[in-house]
């Protein structure tokens, strides 16, 4: 924690030398979020990769006002986001030519990434509607407060609660299903 | 939580994902990159550290408060000088000179309102000694009246 400080306030004052450090303390954090968002590991790098360049260009002077775990989050699951909304445009615009929609299933690939025992929340969670599968693994996987998620996703905090709890009935629901 | 939820919510936290070393590689060499480039820019473009503290939102709330205090104690200061108890009664008993003036319902007023009833009665004292001494003028009862009428 006391690490995280010193590391931020050094950022903040514009020592772009602390990244390395930044990014070996949390790359796996990261690109398990991104992955888990996006279903598909090669893309979750992309957005990592994507994050931490931002950080280093040198006319952007960033401000970390909050925790830096919490900060990388955010920045990781919007760039997801984008990357998320690129794919379906991407999808769309592909089948108006030939071949269905690919849903929100996850791939062998990803299952492969997080292990077998994994395998069926993985699953689960790639059932998931993306807001619901954001603000569930935001809350629960990286610990961010109800009004942070809201704040990044641009909605009303109430909207966030309702995304994580219709999002974790359904988990329940798909995992109880698998089970039985 | 319910505790099914538990469960899934211990399932996500346990979750890992293994960077690859091909990102590892590539952002590395980002970094390093950005810091060559850093190092050759000049100081004057660099981001000025005393600007840089006053980002912090604590130190500026601090530095905030600093001024207002400083404001409130020295405007506090500045009304208390005059209003020192003593200062205007001698300032008064320098004013009125003759017997007549220190009695006149002017002197009166002002030591009244500097010093209370105990500056009326100096005052009175004040002018008695004077009377009784002669130090102004060979002064009477009724050339004091007359004074008075004068004044």
């Not at chain 1, 009004?147 to 995304?163: C, E, M, Y």
């Not at chain 2, 604590?58 to 104690?73: G, S, T, Y």
Request: glycine letters at 4%; a positive charge.
């Amino acid at each position: 924690m006391l690490e995280d400080t010193l590391l931020r306030v050094r950022f903040n004052r514009g020592r772009k030398d602390v990244l390395p450090r930044i990014y070996e303390k949390y790359k796996h954090d990261l690109v398990t979020l991104a992955a888990a968002l996006l279903q598909d590991k090669s893309r979750a790098e992309d957005a990592v990769h994507d994050v931490f360049v931002s950080l280093l260009e040198p006319h952007r002077q960033l401000k970390i006002s909050r925790t830096l775990k919490g900060y990388l989050a955010t920045a990781v699951a919007n760039k997801a986001r984008t990357k998320n909304k690129t794919e379906a445009n991407r999808q769309v615009v592909s089948t108006e030519n030939a071949g269905p929609l690919r849903d929100g299933s996850s791939g062998p690939d990803c299952q492969a990434v997080f292990g077998e025992q994994k395998r069926h929340l993985v699953k689960a969670l790639a059932q998931l509607p993306y807001e619901q599968r954001e603000a569930i693994l935001l809350r629960i996987y990286s610990g961010l407060k109800f009004k942070t998620i809201a704040k990044a996703q641009n909605v009303l905090i109430n909207t966030v609660q309702g995304r994580y709890r219709y999002g974790l009935e359904k988990l329940r629901s798909i995992l109880d299903g698998e089970l039985e | 939580m319910k505790p099914a939820d538990n469960n899934i919510g211990k399932q996500i936290k346990d979750l890992r994902a293994q960077a690859s070393a091909e990102l590892d590689e590539k952002l590395h060499h980002r970094f390093q990159q950005a810091l060559e480039k850093q190092k050759t820019i000049p100081v004057e473009h660099q981001p000025i550290q005393r600007t840089a503290t006053l980002h912090s939102r604590i130190i500026k709330l601090a530095a905030a408060a600093a001024v207002v205090v400083a404001v409130c104690w020295l405007t506090a200061r500045q009304k208390e000088v005059p209003q020192q108890p003593g200062t205007n009664k001698a300032a008064a008993a320098t004013i009125f000179e003759t017997p007549a003036e220190l009695v006149s319902v002017i002197s009166l007023n002002m030591a009244f309102r500097d010093g209370g009833l105990e500056a009326v009665e100096e005052q009175f004292e004040k002018a008695e000694k004077k009377v009784k001494s002669g130090l102004t003028e060979n002064i009477t009862a009724n050339k004091l009246m007359h004074e008075l009428q004068e004044y």
